[in-house]
């Protein structure tokens, strides 16, 4: 299955370090991670992203592809907004996760941010 992730600046340099060839693992505030069915719906959210003031304004959509037998463990969460369907992956299961990777993360867009305008944050 290929799913797709905006990312902010520090999520795609921490994936750059490990040749996007898998996720970092979550933070301890961070219990999800969330990959979108649509490219249409990462990119909705990676143009509308709140991204601290610290950090760079530049987002990042990727995909990747995953092993169908293993993600399909996880049930879609439906929203209002068909493009914005995902699966929502315990912090717990990132190793697994990486395992059922088939090839690399790749990249599919950038965008900068105006962080005045941000209105959604994404884990």
Not at 36 to 56: D, F, N, P, R, Y
Not at 68 to 79: G, K, L, N, S, W
Request: proline fraction near 6%.
């Amino acid at each position: 299955m290929e799913l797709y992730r905006p990312l902010c600046a520090d999520e795609y340099h921490e994936i750059e370090a490990l040749k996007f060839q898998g996720f970092p693992p979550r933070s301890g505030e961070q219990p999800l991670f969330t990959a979108l069915l649509s490219q249409e719906g990462a990119s909705q959210i990676a143009k509308h992203m709140k991204v601290a003031k610290q950090t760079e304004p530049t987002v990042y959509v990727v995909s990747f592809l995953v092993d169908d037998a293993y993600i399909r463990q996880f049930p879609v969460q439906h929203t209002d907004d068909r493009n914005r369907r995902a699966l929502w992956i315990p912090a717990d299961e990132m190793d697994i996760l990486n395992q059922h990777l088939i090839g690399g993360i790749r990249v599919l867009a950038s965008y900068e941010v105006n962080r005045d305008d941000g209105d959604i944050f994404f884990a």
